[in-house]
């Protein structure tokens, strides 16, 4: 097992669309704002990233979990490949900041990660164009109303390995109604996490 985590800061202020500091809150105001932030945050739903190879698509699916108030990913690299955490600048500029409040986890293996996800109690689902068994779609999905939940994308070329589709709980697809047959991965996962957070909120508000 080679892992490693790259912890958010405690506190920091917003990064401007250009990547430049912004004008720091006054001190009650980026409280409270930190308070209404935390009070929405998504508990038990963590983002899986399988063999991502573009930093500009992790670094797009770590700004759609802050977004969506996802606190917790990780990545499994391909053999080989570089860290996100090598170069913490990089990852900062290109996820507009969202590194500082979402905790990344890092694996070298898709086995170490499933392991680390069953020893917390979570029910694993994976994104899929074409699996060996059958798909839930994600709007009817019944296994996105798990309250302890992993949702896990593959690479940019061939989706989820065979190693980690054999490993899920479920699967499910998206909808395409257009010529093309997938989405980019990180639109798949904004997608998949709008969807979950949409569903928890709706069942609060029922």
Do not use: K
């Amino acid at each position: 097992l080679e892992r490693s985590r790259a912890r958010p800061a405690a506190a920091a202020a917003a990064a401007a669309a250009e990547g430049g500091p912004a004008a720091p809150l006054p001190r009650t105001a980026r409280l409270d704002l930190l308070r209404r932030v935390a009070a929405r945050r998504q508990a038990g739903l963590v983002l899986i990233m399988e063999g991502v190879t573009r930093p500009t698509n992790a670094a797009a699916m770590l700004r759609s979990c802050d977004a969506f108030g996802v606190s917790e990913a990780a990545i499994v690299y391909p053999e080989g490949a570089p860290r996100l955490s090598d170069d913490p600048q990089a990852l900062r500029h290109a996820s507009a900041s969202a590194d500082l409040w979402v905790e990344l986890s890092e694996f070298r293996s898709t086995a170490d990660c499933l392991s680390w996800l069953r020893g917390r109690g979570l029910f694993s689902v994976g994104t899929a164009l074409r699996a060996g068994r059958e798909c839930e779609s994600l709007w009817s999905a019944p296994s996105l109303g798990r309250p302890r939940l992993a949702v896990w994308v593959g690479s940019e070329a061939r989706g989820l390995s065979e190693e980690a589709l054999e490993g899920m709980d479920a699967l499910l697809t998206v909808p395409m109604d257009g010529m093309v047959e997938s989405l980019n991965v990180a639109c798949c996962a904004t997608v998949v996490l709008a969807e979950v957070a949409r569903r928890r909120a709706d069942a609060v508000e029922a």
